[in-house]
């Protein structure tokens, strides 16, 4: 996927959800926000692979990040956790965990709102669900 097809993605997205409102698509340096029904989604161009990742945050990090307290969570993920499709990720420089979508090649619209839908919703799932479950059997 190049740039501009990436761009082109999140404009379309930025366009369905904000009509008539304007629209930078990513910025310079390949980065996009908005807040989708109330969750914060991001997108990220991925200049070395040509890929576009997409992340719904969850939430913050409760407190010092633990390995061993990600490893429970992606077990739960594994073990049939509801993950809209996406991958369960903690990003340290946010002190955040996400769930996130890669795309190699440029979806159609369609089938992406859809994703991103259920991408949403499952990051929705586990903040208020999943992610105590987690944290108060520690």
């Given at each position: 996927?190049?740039?501009?097809?990436?761009?082109?993605?999140?404009?379309?997205?930025?366009?369905?959800?904000?009509?008539?409102?304007?629209?930078?698509?990513?910025?310079?340096?390949?980065l996009g926000g908005v807040s989708l029904?109330?969750?914060?989604?991001?997108?990220?161009?991925?200049?070395?692979?040509?890929?576009?990742d997409l992340r719904a945050f969850v939430?913050?990090?409760?407190?010092?990040?633990?390995?061993?307290?990600?490893?429970?969570?992606?077990?739960?993920?594994?073990?049939?956790?509801?993950?809209?499709?996406?991958?369960?990720?903690?990003?340290?420089?946010?002190?955040?965990?996400?769930?996130?979508?890669?795309?190699?090649?440029?979806?159609?619209?369609?089938?992406?709102?859809?994703?991103?839908?259920?991408?949403?919703?499952?990051?929705d799932h586990w903040d208020t669900d999943?992610?105590?479950?987690?944290?108060?059997?520690?």
């Amino acid at each position: 996927m190049t740039r501009q097809e990436a761009n082109q993605i999140w404009t379309e997205l930025l366009d369905y959800y904000a009509p008539g409102k304007q629209n930078e698509g990513l910025n310079a340096q390949g980065l996009g926000g908005v807040s989708l029904r109330g969750r914060e989604l991001y997108a990220e161009f991925i200049q070395a692979t040509g890929g576009l990742d997409l992340r719904a945050f969850v939430c913050p990090w409760p407190g010092k990040y633990e390995p061993a307290e990600f490893e429970r969570l992606r077990a739960l993920a594994a073990s049939g956790g509801e993950t809209g499709g996406g991958q369960l990720e903690y990003l340290p420089e946010s002190h955040g965990l996400f769930l996130k979508l890669h795309y190699d090649d440029p979806p159609e619209l369609g089938a992406f709102l859809g994703s991103l839908d259920l991408l949403v919703q499952a990051a929705d799932h586990w903040d208020t669900d999943l992610v105590d479950l987690v944290f108060l059997a520690s």
